[in-house]
């Protein structure tokens, strides 16, 4: 009763190395092939110039349009020439004295 099989012994002395093995190989497997690995860091580069490039279209839209809300805040005043375009463009107005002339 207190002798113990070899088949058990060598079990529990390579127990622990195995799971160690296991273990490694499921994180290299992972650091290679995994969503963050090595094989996925071209597409991920490739996805970052995209939406840099696309962060900086953006941003240049931003900055017209903010030029366009600084020129009509009334705290500084607005500028007459943007007030008359948009006035002319949203009610389709004209001075007195304009000539009209349609195309078709």
Not at 50 to 72: C, F, G, M, P, S
Not at 84 to 99: G, M, T, W, Y
């Amino acid at each position: 009763m207190g002798r113990k099989s070899k088949f058990w012994t060598m079990v529990r002395g390579a127990g622990l190395p195995a799971v160690a093995i296991v273990t490694m190989g499921f994180f290299g497997y992972n650091a290679v092939f995994g969503p963050n690995g090595v094989i996925a860091l071209k597409d991920v580069k490739q996805e970052v110039a995209v939406r840099t490039a696309e962060y900086q279209t953006l941003d240049k839209q931003r900055a017209v349009l903010k030029n366009r809300v600084d020129l009509l805040a009334q705290a500084k005043g607005a500028d007459p020439d943007l007030v008359e375009e948009l006035i002319r463009k949203q009610l389709n107005a004209a001075r007195p004295d304009e000539v009209i002339v349609k195309y078709k």
